[in-house]
């Protein structure tokens, strides 16, 4: 398990027997099952974890039950009578993400007067968040808040799908569809690097045809892949060159839908120095946002009206962004805005199930809050000192960045010498302020902060290696 920061409470219990708990498995219970419970619920449950989840609506409740291999409890998860048959005194990590900030704060506080280890709350309102802590809450998390800023960042980097930074900037990853006749094709990746006199980046996977394939040396990559590239900060560009992608300056963000993510993204795109529309059809919500973004255009019309958006003449240097609460909504909106001129669009989701459609209608890049919230959280339950844990939107496979322990398996080996399993690969190496891509002869140092890319079925093997 993660080791928490300063203002945690150490666990130790991930990886000792507990009760019938097997070695390596937590005990986890997630109150409230919407879109974010839901979907951690069933990812952990897959992993092995002894998941419990509360929900008080009892028809929720029930479907829940029938599609994950966990235990359901109909009921309200702040209750000290539902968390002790939840099992929160013996629990390593209760994750609270109810749509109420309130009832996950008390969820937190019953929890841990029971004795449950770790405690995470989803919290919005700034005015709750303060002083959270002194009321049983370990972490805070905010999805919303964190998807307004990838967005941003997507749509300055220009045509990326992804755009995920690790040692505090300093690495990141690129994600993006791979052009034909992107420099990346021409040869397999041993030869492409032989090739290079400074090699700062490395394919660490490719998803083809709904398959995650981890790549290694002999690897081709493929016209249509969807690439996930590690690099220095200072090797973005040309790792954004080598997969095709081709870079459009973006100077308006037309931001469609009035939800908490559309007001935080119009904050954060005005806050780069963009300027934003916002498309809004309820005329009560209109007025409220023109209200609270007096430096934003306020329209209130239906975005998936061609006439509405097309009084915005789009072109080229314009992000059309849906992020009303409705996937289907958001799709049609951005295909709507795409065949209106838009230089680029970006869609939320909810439903894993429609990301591997996105790209083939026209949709450039997606953001979930389902799988920021799994990256905040899945740092807990990873073995080791992880510091962040990056989910991706068409793979199941982790990014992981962790401190190499002193005294741990790879401490004064090669990364030849480590034998990984062959669904992982190193991408990058944070040492004493400096940051780069390794090869095989690289020798891994205690205090190193490695950044590896694993399938399911390896990380727990790989984080093992790195630490004690």
Known sequence: MADAPSHLVPTGLAWIFCGQQKIGEMRIIIVGAGAVGSYLAERLATEGQDVVVIEDDERRAAELQNTIDALVISGNGASAHVLEEAGASKADLLIAVSNSDGANVLACHTAKELGTATTIARIEAPEIREGADRLGVDVIIDPSATAAEELVGIVGLGGASELIHFADGKLAMIGGIVAPNAPITDAPLRELRARS?????????????????????????????????????????????????????????????????????????????????????????????????????????????????????????????????????????????????????????????????????????????????????????????????????????????????DGAEADGKSLLDLKLPVGVIIGGISRDGTTFVPDGSTVVRAGDHIIFFSLPRDIKESAAIFST
């Open 197 to 405: 006199a400074e090699w700062g980046w490395v394919v660490a996977a490719l998803v083809r045809d709904g398959r995650t394939i981890v790549a290694h040396g002999d690897t081709t990559v493929r016209p249509g892949d969807h690439a996930l590239v590690m690099t220095t900060d200072d090797h973005v560009d040309g790792a954004t060159r080598m997969i095709g992608v081709r870079k459009r300056h973006i100077d308006r963000a037309i931001v469609m839908g009035g939800t908490r993510l559309a007001e935080l993204t119009a904050k954060e795109m005005r806050r780069a120095g963009l300027a934003v529309v916002i498309v809004e059809e309820d005329e009560d919500r209109c007025t409220r946002l023109a209200s609270r973004h007096s430096g934003s255009l306020v329209i209130c019309g239906d975005p998936t009206d061609p006439d509405v958006l097309g009084e915005l003449d789009l072109g080229p240097k314009d992000v059309a962004i849906g992020l009303t609460g409705w996937d289907e909504v958001n799709i049609l909106a951005c295909l709507v805005a795409k065949a209106s001129g838009a230089g680029m669009v970006i869609a939320r989701f909810n439903r894993i199930s429609y990301v591997s459609l996105l790209s083939g209608v026209g949709i450039d890049a997606a953001v979930s809050s389902r799988l920021m919230a799994a990256s905040a959280i899945l740092r807990f339950v990873r073995q080791g000192k992880v510091e962040q844990v990056a989910t991706f939107s068409d793979t199941d496979a982790e990014a992981i960045e962790m401190e190499v322990a």
